[in-house]
């Protein structure tokens, strides 16, 4: 009898169990809903652009192996039962997702399903670890990185990903819908289209994921520990969107590394191993915390005086706070996509720290604008960097964004590359332009508060008050 493949954030034809249990059947109907209603926060605007493209790659792939894709709008509660009755399938397949706002739909669902016969069976997949599975000695979730990452380190290297079919039995003869058109689901911008510096840096879909993983264990691995924290250099796999939307799984990732002989220290290797492992982290902390999202983990930051300044976010969305380092990443996010780690913490402590911005701020833009959007590693990484976290930075660390931009961008190569009017400043005050004298500057082209604006906060008055604040709620019981 046939069996329904009910794809959601596993766009992939490699290492999906749940398609590969499809193919014991006579035919099979693999289905990505368009859900409506959705249980789950919208996908943000960077998200969909790439679900976009990424739907058209699984598709074509389906197709070469056999079974197109069919592409309904709907309630899946109500749609992947008419469809298993339309198409006599015996049995739903999918893998699970780890969204805390699904679990209870698809908890419902497969006991709907149950109760009319059909087989619903979900798979790991998605993460190295079930994020309830590792508990501490005492039994309950980890709240600290480096025990958590002990405790899953063991073992890592055994991951045996799953190939991709060579072909998938075919669609059932009758009972199958219409497909709707990609196209009219208007993922992708216009009026106006702002994709075209995405589209320029990737390459959404499966092909896409390897391709850029191939890239990084040659060329990029070696040094990785060293250099990961270096913005204005490809430095580091940029595979955060691909396992967002789940076109690849941390276990090929991981067997990938383990097999590659590229010449790279154990040192680049494990750390690579271990940043893995934060995106694990992240989910085991937002499975066991599902209000993580809206909600600070430390409920002492309920009561922080957070400003409410609407002119001052709109200059930190922009790239346009006068602070280089910050205007770097928030341009790179705009125009990418995407931001490199290092700055993603720079302009996280900018908003909350220099700022006074609450991090829930910070989090949606980021969640609009990433193509990586992550509901696990989002969160927890502004509330990491806002102090309000599991295992948090110390809130008294406030980064100086000159001193960063002095060290991790130190030839200002990428603050010359995304802030495009400093180019000609030179590096002795590139990151921090108002300490040029005039001459330099007018030899630069460089005329501040006019060509790019003066810094919207003084450091040290802002540190001054991003700690004052924290000592109002310090205390606090
Ligand atoms: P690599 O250095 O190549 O690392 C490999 C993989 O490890 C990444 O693809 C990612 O899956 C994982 N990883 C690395 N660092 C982290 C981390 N600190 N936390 C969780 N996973 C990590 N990551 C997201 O995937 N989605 C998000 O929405 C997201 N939001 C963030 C918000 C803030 C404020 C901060 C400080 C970090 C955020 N991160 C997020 C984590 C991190 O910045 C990105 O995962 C990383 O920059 C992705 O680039 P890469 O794939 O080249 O990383």
């Not at 969305?317 to 125009?335: F, H, N, S």
Request: hydrophobic fraction near 40%; proline fraction near 8%; charge should be negative.
């Amino acid at each position: 009898q046939p069996a329904l493949v009910w794809f959601r954030a596993d766009l992939r034809t490699a290492d999906n169990a749940a398609l590969r249990a499809a193919c014991r059947h006579s035919a099979v109907v693999p289905v990505f809903i368009r859900e409506n209603p959705s249980p789950a926060r919208p996908l943000g605007g960077a998200r969909a652009w790439w679900l976009h493209h990424s739907l058209a790659s699984l598709a074509a792939r389906l197709e070469k192996l056999g079974a197109p894709l069919l592409l309904l709008t709907g309630d899946p509660a109500r749609l992947i039962p008419e469809l298993a009755a339309s198409t006599g399938a015996s049995a739903v397949y999918w893998n699970r997702r780890y969204d805390p706002a699904f679990q209870e739909a698809d908890a419902g669902l497969k006991a709907h399903l149950a109760d009319r016969g059909i087989v619903t069976e979900s798979f790991a997949g998605q993460l190295l670890h079930e994020p309830t599975r590792l508990r501490t000695g005492g039994g309950v979730p980890y709240k600290v990185y480096t025990p958590f990452w002990r405790a899953m380190e063991l073992g890592i290297e055994d991951c045996r990903p799953l190939p991709a079919p060579d072909h998938l039995p075919g669609r059932p003869a009758d009972g199958v819908p219409d497909c709707e058109a990609l196209e009219s689901w208007q993922l992708h911008p216009f009026k106006p289209d702002w994709s075209g510096g995405l589209q320029e840096t990737w390459t959404p879909g499966e092909d896409g994921a390897h391709a850029r993983l191939a890239v990084f264990l040659d060329q990029r691995l070696q040094g990785y520990a060293e250099r990961r924290d270096i913005p204005g250099k490809p430095t580091t796999s940029g595979l955060s969107p691909h396992l967002a939307t789940g076109e690849i799984t941390p276990a090929q990732i991981i067997e990938a590394l383990s097999q590659s002989d590229a010449p790279a220290a154990p040192d680049d290797r494990s750390k690579f191993r271990k940043e893995v492992g934060w995106r694990e982290f992240a989910w085991h902390l937002l499975v066991n915390d599902p209000d993580l999202v809206t909600s600070n983990h430390n409920p002492k930051f309920d009561d922080f005086p957070w400003s409410d300044n609407a002119a001052a976010l709109a200059a930190w969305q922009k790239g346009m706070t006068g602070y280089p380092i910050v205007d770097a990443g928030m341009r790179e996010l705009w125009q990418t996509g995407w931001m490199h780690n290092r700055v993603r913490m720079v302009v996280a402590s900018f908003l909350t720290k220099h700022l006074l911005i609450d991090w829930r701020q910070g989090e949606a833009w980021f969640w609009d604008t990433l193509v990586d959007a992550d509901p696990a590693s989002n969160a927890v990484s502004w509330q990491w960097v806002a102090g309000s976290g599991a295992d948090a930075a110390p809130y008294f660390r406030i980064f100086n964004p000159v001193l960063q931009g002095e060290k991790f961008d130190a030839d200002g190569a990428y603050v010359r590359r995304y802030v495009p009017e400093l180019k000609d400043m030179p590096d002795r005050f590139l990151h921090k332009p108002w300490d040029a004298p005039d001459e330099v500057c007018l030899a630069a082209g460089v005329q501040l508060g006019v060509t790019y604006p003066k810094p919207i906060v003084d450091h040290q008055a802002a540190r001054d008050r991003a700690l004052a604040a924290y000592n109002k709620i310090k205390d606090a019981a």
